[in-house]
């Protein structure tokens, strides 16, 4: 029974021893977390700077060195030249051409016999200033076609169908001079003159040449 008693007294000792081992240990362990917890908040602290950067990542990241690439010279930018502002022209202003004041016009007719003579010319230019005419009508081709000038187309002095004793242009420029207006007649489809020249050119009547003093002739071609 002794025995017995000693055995389960020997048993129950190392159960405690073991007990006491295994809360030994589990503190242990747990004091060497809590050095270890302590160790690693504090290197954590030191190896982070005042702005909260990590040193140690800091220390051990390397940073390449980038080298710049050499650039070329800058093309030259062309700046648009200014296109110089054109400054309109004034549009000019047209002067209205002076309108002469209209004169009725009060003529007389005037034969080649009336102002072919200077005296003749002279009367009729005197007559005109004292009285209301401003103007003569003068023949240039007269009725039976001929020329109150010299003419230089060959069929009309082969015709003798001009007068080269009026120097016409001196009667016009004597008119002018005085403020008398020249009015020039000119007679056409009548010329007796040519048509004894150059018959072709003119009308015929029964085979017959037309004869414009004849009554029936120009009742006949009325």
């Not at 389960?8 to 295994?22: A, F, L, P, R």
Request: hydrophobic share 35%.
């Amino acid at each position: 029974m002794e025995n017995k008693k000693q055995m389960i007294n020997v048993e129950t000792g190392k159960q405690k021893k073991k007990t006491v081992s295994i809360v030994v240990l589990t503190v242990l362990v747990l004091l060497s977390l809590s050095l270890l917890a302590l160790y690693i908040r504090h290197s954590s602290s030191d190896s982070r700077d005042g702005n909260g950067a990590d040193r140690s990542g800091a220390l051990n990241t390397i940073t390449p060195t980038v080298t710049p690439e050499p650039t070329g010279a800058p093309y030259p930018t062309e700046i648009p030249a200014e296109e110089p502002s054109v400054t309109p022209e004034p549009s000019p202003t047209a002067t209205p051409a002076p309108k002469p004041e209209f004169q009725p016009v009060r003529a007389l007719y005037l034969k080649p016999e009336s102002f072919q003579n200077p005296t003749t010319l002279d009367h009729y230019i005197d007559l005109a200033n004292r009285t209301e005419i401003n103007a003569y009508v003068i023949d240039i081709k007269s009725d039976w076609g001929t020329i109150t000038y010299r003419s230089e187309i060959e069929d009309v002095r082969a015709a003798k169908a001009c007068r080269d004793d009026i120097d016409i242009r001196e009667i016009i420029k004597k008119f002018h001079d005085n403020n008398i207006r020249v009015i020039g007649r000119v007679v056409t489809f009548k010329d007796s003159v040519i048509t004894k020249y150059k018959p072709e050119l003119a009308i015929h009547h029964d085979g017959k040449l037309f004869d414009q003093s004849g009554k029936r002739q120009r009742r006949l071609l009325a």
